[in-house]
Protein backbone atom coordinates (compact mmCIF):
# COMPACT_ATOMS: atom_id res chain seq x y z
CA UNK A 1 0.00 0.00 0.00
CA UNK A 2 1.30 3.15 0.70
CA UNK A 3 4.74 4.17 1.77
CA UNK A 4 6.56 7.86 2.25
CA UNK A 5 8.03 7.66 -0.93
CA UNK A 6 4.23 7.05 -2.65
CA UNK A 7 4.07 10.87 -5.23
CA UNK A 8 1.62 12.56 -4.43
CA UNK A 9 0.52 16.31 -5.22
CA UNK A 10 -2.29 18.97 -3.74
CA UNK A 11 -4.28 21.00 -6.35
CA UNK A 12 -7.35 23.15 -6.35
CA UNK A 13 -10.15 23.98 -8.53
CA UNK A 14 -11.19 27.20 -9.93
CA UNK A 15 -14.87 26.16 -8.81
CA UNK A 16 -15.97 23.47 -6.64
CA UNK A 17 -16.42 19.50 -8.58
CA UNK A 18 -18.57 17.18 -7.91
CA UNK A 19 -15.94 13.93 -8.37
CA UNK A 20 -18.66 11.14 -7.88
CA UNK A 21 -20.53 12.47 -10.74
CA UNK A 22 -18.05 13.28 -12.90
CA UNK A 23 -16.09 9.87 -12.16
CA UNK A 24 -19.35 8.02 -13.41
CA UNK A 25 -19.81 10.74 -16.52
CA UNK A 26 -16.14 9.55 -17.57
CA UNK A 27 -16.66 5.58 -16.53
CA UNK A 28 -13.80 6.10 -14.03
CA UNK A 29 -13.96 2.97 -11.38
CA UNK A 30 -13.89 4.39 -7.58
CA UNK A 31 -14.53 3.42 -4.11
CA UNK A 32 -15.54 6.23 -1.78
CA UNK A 33 -14.15 5.06 1.50
CA UNK A 34 -16.03 8.04 2.84
CA UNK A 35 -16.95 11.64 2.32
CA UNK A 36 -13.46 13.11 1.88
CA UNK A 37 -11.84 10.15 0.81
CA UNK A 38 -12.09 7.92 -2.50
CA UNK A 39 -9.49 5.50 -3.88
CA UNK A 40 -9.44 5.96 -7.87
CA UNK A 41 -8.69 3.09 -10.60
CA UNK A 42 -7.54 4.92 -13.50
CA UNK A 43 -4.93 3.91 -16.08
CA UNK A 44 -4.41 0.75 -14.24
CA UNK A 45 -2.95 2.85 -11.76
CA UNK A 46 -4.85 2.91 -7.76
CA UNK A 47 -4.64 6.66 -6.62
CA UNK A 48 -5.83 7.77 -3.39
CA UNK A 49 -7.75 10.67 -3.46
CA UNK A 50 -8.11 12.85 -0.42
CA UNK A 51 -10.10 16.14 -0.43
CA UNK A 52 -8.55 19.08 1.65
CA UNK A 53 -11.04 21.76 1.68
CA UNK A 54 -14.91 20.31 1.16
CA UNK A 55 -15.71 16.54 0.34
CA UNK A 56 -16.16 14.76 -2.37
CA UNK A 57 -19.87 15.86 -3.36
CA UNK A 58 -17.94 19.97 -3.60
CA UNK A 59 -14.39 19.53 -3.74
CA UNK A 60 -12.15 22.68 -3.56
CA UNK A 61 -8.86 21.58 -3.03
CA UNK A 62 -7.42 17.14 -3.05
CA UNK A 63 -4.61 15.52 -2.23
CA UNK A 64 -3.82 13.03 -5.17
CA UNK A 65 -1.50 9.87 -3.98
CA UNK A 66 -0.54 7.57 -6.03
CA UNK A 67 -1.08 3.69 -4.22
CA UNK A 68 0.15 1.55 -7.14
CA UNK A 69 1.53 2.71 -10.09
CA UNK A 70 0.57 1.83 -13.71
CA UNK A 71 1.18 -1.76 -14.71
CA UNK A 72 4.97 -2.03 -15.94
CA UNK A 73 3.48 -2.73 -19.59
CA UNK A 74 1.84 0.73 -19.27
CA UNK A 75 5.71 2.68 -18.81
CA UNK A 76 8.46 1.87 -17.55
CA UNK A 77 9.65 4.85 -15.79
CA UNK A 78 7.16 4.92 -12.37
CA UNK A 79 7.94 8.49 -11.55
CA UNK A 80 6.76 9.85 -15.18
CA UNK A 81 4.21 6.57 -15.13
CA UNK A 82 2.67 8.23 -12.00
CA UNK A 83 3.08 11.81 -12.84
CA UNK A 84 1.14 11.06 -16.59
CA UNK A 85 -1.33 9.18 -15.04
CA UNK A 86 -2.52 11.99 -12.54
CA UNK A 87 -1.97 14.55 -15.06
CA UNK A 88 -4.27 12.61 -17.31
CA UNK A 89 -6.84 12.17 -15.04
CA UNK A 90 -7.03 15.69 -13.92
CA UNK A 91 -6.66 17.07 -17.61
CA UNK A 92 -10.17 14.75 -17.90
CA UNK A 93 -11.83 16.25 -14.94
CA UNK A 94 -11.03 19.63 -15.58
CA UNK A 95 -12.25 19.47 -19.51
CA UNK A 96 -15.34 17.72 -18.23
CA UNK A 97 -15.98 20.25 -16.09
CA UNK A 98 -14.90 23.49 -17.09
CA UNK A 99 -12.79 24.34 -13.97
CA UNK A 100 -9.46 25.92 -13.88
CA UNK A 101 -6.64 24.11 -11.92
CA UNK A 102 -3.59 25.23 -9.57
CA UNK A 103 -0.91 23.25 -8.30
CA UNK A 104 1.04 22.88 -4.69
CA UNK A 105 3.63 20.24 -4.28
Not at 3 to 26: A, K, R, V
Amino acid sequence: MSSDSDPSWEYTFGSPIDLPSTFEGLSIQYLDVNETRALVIYQTAILNLEVIEGELSAANRIELEVYEDPREDYSADTEKSSSSVVDSLLDQLTSVTNSSLSTRN
